[in-house]
């Protein structure tokens, strides 16, 4: 990886003053995905320099912005700082996108920042199942790639108000009828297995939308480890809630729904991680390395 600067933890942490972001215990514990609390030391040794330095690449957009419309005599509407966030499934993407949304929007309280994620592109079950694709949900042909660049394009033209489908896990499908609103915000982060994918016939690829990109990357290992984790957490929190797509699962035998989980680990979300998301990993403008615990022990920074 010559064309990344790598730093460790240390590293990262020296190069700005990590009492920049202000945000308590039960601030963080309420944006973890599930259950487990991300580290407090985390946020002050990783994500001061991460929004920092991200908010100097945001600044940079906008300056040039305002250069190109001196040059061009004319006033040009200021499309919003696009930020994706790509990794497999279960890595963490969302926790990070969530954490980032609060640190921006706390540090920087000007700054718009709306938070979307790519699983509402996915097709309906019931559309998944017409094109014979419910096995393989989140590969790249289960989404809807050009309705989400259109989207995209319409983010970039600054209509005012955009929807966008929605993903929900309790149902484990789009919910009908209900979307997403985009309306103008300065930073759009936006986050999901696909956003770094590679074009498939010739589309136009999302991440040529993006101003700054992140992947979140871990031991596959790891990785299997908090998806079971997660998965029995959704078992244990849907126990009593009918309507959950986990319920049946949670009150059946245990063994059978942990190795059904495990099944779909390998046969699924570990084949797309190998064949579609990972080969990702060295488009991205920062890669995250975690370890144990979630704690990030690697930071990279690509610089060509
Ligand atoms: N930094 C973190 N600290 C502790 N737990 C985390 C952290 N990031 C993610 N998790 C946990 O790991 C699991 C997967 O995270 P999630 O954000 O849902 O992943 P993704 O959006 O990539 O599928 C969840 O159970 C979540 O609570
Ligand atoms: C919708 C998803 C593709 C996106 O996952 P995420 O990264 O948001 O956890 C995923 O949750 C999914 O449905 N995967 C299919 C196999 C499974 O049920 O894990």
Redesign the pocket.
């Known amino acids: 990886m010559k064309n990344y600067i790598r730093f460790n933890r240390d590293q990262w942490a020296k190069l700005v003053p990590n009492d920049k972001v202000k945000i308590t215990k039960n601030e963080l514990a309420k944006i ?8 407090l030391t ?1 946020v002050h040794e990783i994500y001061s320099s991460l929004i920092a330095y991200l908010y100097l690449v945001y600044q940079d957009k906008r300056h040039a912005q305002e250069k190109q419309s001196e040059f061009l005599h004319k006033k040009i509407k200021k499309a919003p700082f696009i930020i994706g966030i790509s ?11 969530r ?1 980032l949304e609060l640190l921006l929007s706390r540090t920087y309280p000007n700054l718009k920042v709306h938070l979307m ?1 790519t699983d509402g592109f996915i097709y309906s079950n019931q559309e998944l199942k017409r094109r014979d694709l419910l096995s393989r949900k989140g590969f790249p042909e289960s989404y809807n790639m050009s309705l989400l660049t259109d989207f995209l394009k319409d983010v970039l033209s600054c209509k005012d108000d955009i929807i966008y489908p929605l993903y929900s896990q309790a149902l484990s499908d789009i919910v009908p009828g209900k979307y997403g609103h985009v309306k103008n915000p300065d930073i759009l982060i936006i ?1 999901g ?1 696909n956003t770094l994918q590679l074009p498939q016939n010739g589309q136009i690829v999302t991440s040529d939308f993006f101003d700054f990109s992140i992947y ?1 990357d871990a031991e596959e290992d790891l990785i299997e480890k ?2 079971m ?2 998965f029995v ?1 959704l078992l244990d929190l849907n126990k009593n809630n009918p309507t959950n797509f986990y319920y049946k699962m949670a009150n059946g035998p245990r063994e059978a729904a942990i190795k059904l989980a495990e099944e779909t680990w390998q046969m699924v979300n570990l084949v797309n991680l190998r064949e579609y998301i990972a080969p990702t990993k060295q488009r991205a403008s920062l890669i995250l390395h ?1 370890t144990n ?2 704690l990030i022990d690697q930071i990279y920074l690509r610089y060509f």
Do not use: C, F, N
């Open positions: 973890k995905s599930l259950g487990d609390v991300v580290d985390d990794g497999s499934v279960a890595v963490g993407k969302s926790t990070t996108a954490l994620t986050e297995i979140i908090w998806y984790q997660r957490k975690k615990g979630h």
